[in-house]
């Protein structure tokens, strides 16, 4: 209680009637000490002299308070002490020394319990303003319900406001708190006379809560708010016996202890006989004294006798606790417990059950037999015997300290540990809760399983395989928990069966099938081969030895997917009890190395390309390089040498190589090899592949027409013998000239590409347009041919360039019709040119493709394709972090939350940010994202003291991680001044367990684990630290593909130039497109940007239209990119802010309070750490006016 406080309380002298009166007209409820019902109960019932309470007021309001949100203090005093536990509430409060009277009978009675608990929080600099402190607290019973009634003092709660005077403190005596629903208690006392009730629910009183404020903490559950349950324990005196005539008391008796060892019969005196391990010795003691030995601490109450260990152990040879030896001195290898029964029958139920596993009856006269086992402890130095000595809680007793040597026989070696097991607890604490004395459970174990002696579960049948540092293991067996069951079945179950581990280095999985029952939800569900557990071996590693893996104490903590199959009694995280294995396992043969090519037979001599695709290639015995070429095929299988050659390291054991050959003898047999670079990496990486070339093959041409030919005919060509699946030119020419640099015959007539088949065949048809060639030779005058050579267009000569392959040349001489007109000859070609206009276009606007230097009369056409890798139309979902955003729109901040267009608000209260674009490419992708959120609460009057926008979003992925990278602005608590956090990389991403895919041309991933980074603490004004878990993220974009448009055909003009336009469709992929435009045998390529196009909803984007203007991107919306056709040049860089500044804001919160997180209203407050990537997105989005010259590609 803080010190003012606890003034106030002195000066407090008024009467009851006074009392109640004040809180009549506070609208509160007082009572007195007892009612009338209450006082003739008393007279019925019977003094209470001890016993306690256990509460916790409500445990997320406790969170509260001790968190960083109202950084406040809690305090226990006056003999109540405050439990441990997890997180800021820790655990509830014990009230001590109960007194008053309980009428076990009729349900009635009041009870009073010592102690003071103070909460305080918020202090702006005078002291707290919200603030609470109980004591005086009563339990007043009246059949199946109970009132706790307190004396309070309390400053009514009107928000947490620093610019507001705080009510003054006020006093409440007598005010009844709660109701306590004792339906399901029973108050009937044991044989010691202890009434014990466990966690009876407590309902909140309207009245009392309104007048603490917690009113507007949990107004959901207005008017009966759920407080935390309630137990206590009260011993209940019996009605006073009538007085006996008094007998002369005896005299004390003499106590002489003496222990005798025995053989297993019982009967034998063991003297000197020698015993060996796993042998049955008895121990008879008398004249102990059952009175002594005192307890001072737990198992044992205090002050009851604590009895006598009786121990067959190593002792060394000071071992006498007497004479101040500790425990170290003694190694006890079985142990028996010498206790009076009706001290065993007033330990705590918790401790119960161990102790009477080892008990033995003390007598009241003194003596005990106990039966122990011989064991041995080669480890220990000391001497085997029967040792007795004044057991654990009291002082050292030397008339209890006795010896007896015990001579062991040497036996043979121990055995080694078990093989295929797996010994595993789950959780200790929950096994403790499940049997103890709240949910009052069993643990049934099912057969091959059994359980250990420590009280964990030995799994059996284990078996499994290993390699290298990576394991599969299953084992066998059953454990069923339940608890609470109130005479309908367990409200809590849960059954873990056959578990199975994998391990793959320092990370590993402990998977089972689970089937829970939680107390929320009532129904059982299934969780088979759930994800149970994450292991972490780098400080237990595996060990494999003579065929065994073992490791001991593996830690082990709760996965996401486990906290269901846990029946939602443990967050993510939670440490479980630590693994321990050992099984006889197979040695997992290692997956031969495989190669694989894009081609094997049929090569092209010239040149030809062979993709090489290698899988497991051992990256940790190639690191100094695996060579892979193509040579010789040798007769040995040895690698010859080889050209061409690339070194490479197989980084994840695969690689991907593209091998060129040229000039290779037709028919060739050849082969692709790996080897390792350092020969002893070992035989196994050394393989070779044959692949063998296409046979010399002669280029045959049929035409047909080939004589009297005239313009318009159409001539059907067939051709054999050519390269298998080459691309090859058919022309009409004279082939007087040839080209200067590849050979092939110039001045065209007609001209077309065509593919040959897999055996090198070809048929096209050509229409004759005319009988002059392109450089002037008139077809009736000389002699003119159809002529076949390797593709002359640019676009075929990749991946390998054949255009200087004369190898498919051949000739049909053709003749032509000398009567009629001639059409003027085709122009060659001067200076063709593409030029597109703009370079950048937005969606719904228009690009114009203009060519010049064509041959006019020629039909051109243009096909636009979009980048394969390009994104566009996505969207994000993404709440920042749920508990925020009900803090914010709760009853402690009373804010808002905005989102602005074209982000927009989903059902479930999380965001969709609209207008992704960007680029991915097999596992990375670069996805930006448009819309703003702003969070802002505590508006006092002079503005939000917490602020925070988040805007633009934007993804970058990377194999497995990623960031989330927005602008934001925000302001704290703390401080006054709103900070700007542009491109903040604000959110780690975890894409192990939630992959991006790519499916029917979408690019996705969904529910992607983020976390806030270190960058991301400040710009989420210091809210929570880094590490903290915000919502998950989800998103997806429709990938460009093969989009492809075609435009035309158009006719060239007389000067040479043609023209076409294209308005972007409002769903063309954003990003690179590329255009082809083709007329007669001139093939020229370009590149150009499409762009998102103007939101009209933000006021329209300026085109610089003005006169002279100069657009300064300040409009609101404005995206910047206005290109200002009139001279206007506009520089904004806001991308969707108002000045380019504008920042986003992020939320989180993690529910770490315990009262089943349903408190909506109050933030998690529960600390966490972590650390993030720092990436900035930078999407490149440039135009491109390159054009390429290429011979035109014709179709059939």
């Not at 009786?310 to 425990?327: K, L, M, N």
């Not at 040798?634 to 050659?645: E, M």
């Not at 000389?782 to 498919?808: E, I, L, M, N, W």
């Amino acid at each position: 209680m803080r010190t003012h406080l606890r003034e106030r309380r002195l000066l407090r002298q008024l009467t009851v009637a006074g009392l109640s009166a004040a809180l009549g007209l506070g609208g509160l409820t007082a009572v007195g000490p007892g009612s009338a019902q209450a006082s003739d109960a008393a007279n019925a019932a019977h003094e209470v002299s001890a016993g306690s309470l256990e509460w916790g007021l409500r445990t997320s309001y406790r969170n509260y308070i001790a968190g960083p949100i109202a950084h406040g203090e809690i305090t226990a005093g006056d003999g109540a002490v405050w439990l441990d536990g997890p997180g800021n509430a820790k655990g509830s409060f014990t009230f001590p020394d109960a007194s008053g009277t309980l009428d076990p009978e009729s349900a009635t009675g009041e009870l009073a319990f010592d102690g003071t608990v103070y909460t305080g929080g918020h202090d702006y600099g005078n002291g707290y303003i919200l603030e609470l402190s109980l004591t005086n607290v009563r339990l007043q019973v009246d059949g199946d319900q109970g009132t706790i009634v307190v004396d309070a003092e309390y400053r009514p709660f009107v928000g947490a406001n620093p610019n507001i005077e705080p009510p003054a403190v006020e006093n409440a005596e007598d005010l009844k708190f709660g109701t306590v629903d004792l339906s399901g208690s029973d108050l009937v006392p044991d044989d010691d006379g202890v009434v014990a009730v466990s966690a009876a629910p407590v309902t909140g009183v309207r009245e009392a809560m309104e007048a603490i404020g917690w009113d507007q903490f949990y107004s959901s559950e207005m008017p009966a708010i759920q407080l935390d349950p309630l137990s206590f324990t009260a011993t209940v005196e019996p009605d006073p016996e009538p007085e006996e005539p008094q007998e002369p008391e005896e005299p004390e008796p003499v106590r002489e202890p003496a222990v005798e060892v025995f053989a297993d019969d019982g009967v034998t005196p063991l003297g000197d006989a020698e015993v060996t391990d796993g042998t049955e010795i008895v121990v008879r003691g008398s004249g102990f004294d059952p009175e002594a030995n005192v307890s001072t601490r737990p198992p044992v109450p205090a002050g009851l006798p604590a009895g006598v260990y009786v121990v067959f152990g190593r002792f060394a040879d000071t071992w006498r606790p007497s004479e101040g030896a500790g425990s170290s001195a003694r190694t006890v290898i079985d142990q028996r417990w010498a206790m009076t029964e009706a001290t065993l029958d007033q330990v705590p139920g918790n401790f119960q059950g161990s102790i009477r596993g080892q008990w033995v009856e003390l007598t009241p006269e003194g003596d005990f037999e106990a039966a122990l086992t011989i064991g041995t402890d080669e480890d220990t130095d000391g001497s085997y015997g029967v040792y007795t000595y004044a057991a654990g809680g009291s002082a050292p007793n030397a008339a209890h300290e006795f010896a007896v040597p015990v001579t062991v026989a040497a036996g043979e070696e121990e055995p080694g540990p078990d093989e295929n097991y797996l010994d595993w607890g789950v959780r200790q604490s929950f096994r403790t809760y499940i049997e103890g004395s709240i949910a009052h459970g069993s643990i049934t174990v099912t057969e091959p399983a059994t359980r250990n002696e420590d009280g964990t579960f030995r799994f059996a049948d284990g078996s499994g395989t290993f390699s290298d540092a990576t394991a599969e293991l299953a084992f066998s067996g059953e454990v069923l928990f339940e608890g609470h069951d109130m005479g309908a079945g367990p409200l809590l179950q849960m059954s873990l069966a056959n578990p199975r581990i994998t391990v793959d280095g320092a990370a590993g999985r402990l998977v089972a099938d689970v089937a829970s029952k939680s107390l929320a939800s009532g129904e059982v569900a299934e969780y088979p081969g759930v994800e149970f557990a994450e292991l972490d071996f780098r400080d237990a590693p595996v060990t494999i030895t003579d065929g065994i893996a073992a490791a001991q104490d593996v830690p082990a903590t709760l996965t996401e997917d486990g906290v269901p199959a846990f029946a939602d009694f443990y967050e993510a995280g939670a440490v479980l009890d630590p693994v321990t294995f050992s099984v006889a396992v197979d040695e997992a043969a290692p997956a031969e190395p495989a190669v694989t090519l894009s081609k094997t037979t049929d090569l092209d001599p010239y040149a030809d390309v062979v993709a090489v695709r290698g899988e497991d290639f051992d990256s940790s015995a190639l690191s100094d390089g695996l060579l892979v070429g193509i040579g010789p095929l040798t007769d040995n299988g040895s690698v010859p040498d080889l050209d061409p050659v690339e070194t490479i390291t197989p980084d994840d054991g695969s690689f991907e190589v593209n091998l060129l050959t040229e000039g290779v003898e037709p028919g060739a047999v050849l082969a692709v090899y790996t080897a390792p670079v350092d020969a002893s990496a070992g035989e196994i990486y050394v393989t070779h592949t044959e692949i063998s070339y296409a046979e010399a093959r002669t280029p045959h041409l049929d035409v047909s027409p080939s004589g009297d030919l005239e313009p318009g005919q159409e001539v059907e060509i067939t051709g054999t013998g050519f390269a298998p699946n080459r691309r090859i030119s058919i022309a009409i020419t004279a082939n007087t000239a040839t080209h200067e640099t590849y050979g092939w015959p110039t001045g065209w007539l007609a001209h077309a590409v065509v593919q040959a088949d897999g055996d090198g065949n070809l048929n096209r048809t050509l229409t004759v347009s005319g009988t002059t060639t392109g450089s002037g030779e008139d077809c009736t005058e000389v002699q003119c041919y159809v002529a076949s050579f390797s593709s002359a267009q640019a676009s075929d000569a990749s991946p390998v360039d054949y255009r200087a392959d004369r190898s498919q040349d051949a000739f049909v001489e053709v003749g032509f019709a000398t009567d009629g007109d001639d059409p003027d000859p085709d122009p060659q070609p001067g200076n063709p040119g593409l030029a597109i206009t703009p370079e950048s276009v937005k969606r719904g606007e228009h690009v114009d493709f203009v060519g010049t230097g064509l041959v006019p009369g020629e039909e051109a056409s243009v096909v636009v394709t979009a980048d394969p890798d390009s994104a566009s139309d996505g969207s994000l979902n993404w709440g920042v972090r749920e508990s925020f955003r009900t803090y914010i729109e709760g009853n402690i901040a009373h804010g808002s939350i905005d989102v602005s267009p074209p982000a927009s608000r989903n059902d479930d209260g999380t965001f969709r940010f609209a207008d992704g674009h960007g680029t991915v490419t097999r596992a990375e992708a670069r996805l930006s994202f448009a819309g703003e959120v702003h969070f802002e609460g505590h508006d006092y009057g002079d503005g939000a003291l917490l602020q925070m926008t988040l805007s633009a979003p934007a993804v970058i992925v990377d194999g497995d991680t990623g960031v989330l990278v927005a602008d934001v602005t925000s302001k704290s608590l703390d401080g006054g001044d709103v900070v700007e956090y542009p491109d903040v990389e604000f959110a780690e991403l975890d894409f192990s367990a939630a992959p991006l895919t790519v499916e029917d041309g979408v690019v996705s991933a969904t529910a992607v684990p983020a976390t806030l980074t270190e960058d991301g603490v400040p710009a989420f004004a210091d809210f929570y630290d880094a590490g903290q878990a915000l919502d998950p993220v989800s998103f997806e974009a429709a990938l460009g593909g093969d989009v492809r448009v075609e435009l035309g055909p158009e006719t060239v003009g007389e000067d040479g130039g043609v023209e076409l336009t294209w308005t972007v469709p409002g769903d063309f992929p954003l990003g690179a497109a590329t255009a082809v435009l083709t007329a007669g045998d001139v093939e020229l390529t370009g590149e150009f940007t499409v762009e998102l196009a103007d939101d009209p909803g933000n006021g329209g984007d300026d085109t610089g239209s003005d006169e002279n203007g100069t657009d300064e991107g300040t409009d609101s919306g404005d995206d910047g990119t206005d290109a200002g056709a009139d001279g206007g040049a506009d520089s904004g860089a806001d991308l969707g802010g108002d000045d380019g500044s504008d920042s986003g804001a992020d939320g989180s919160s993690d529910d770490s309070a315990a009262d089943d997180g349903k408190d909506g209203a109050l933030p998690d407050t529960g600390a966490g750490s972590g650390l993030l990537l720092a990436v900035v997105l930078a999407l490149a989005a440039g135009g491109a006016g390159v054009t390429l010259l290429a011979r035109r590609r014709m179709t059939a």
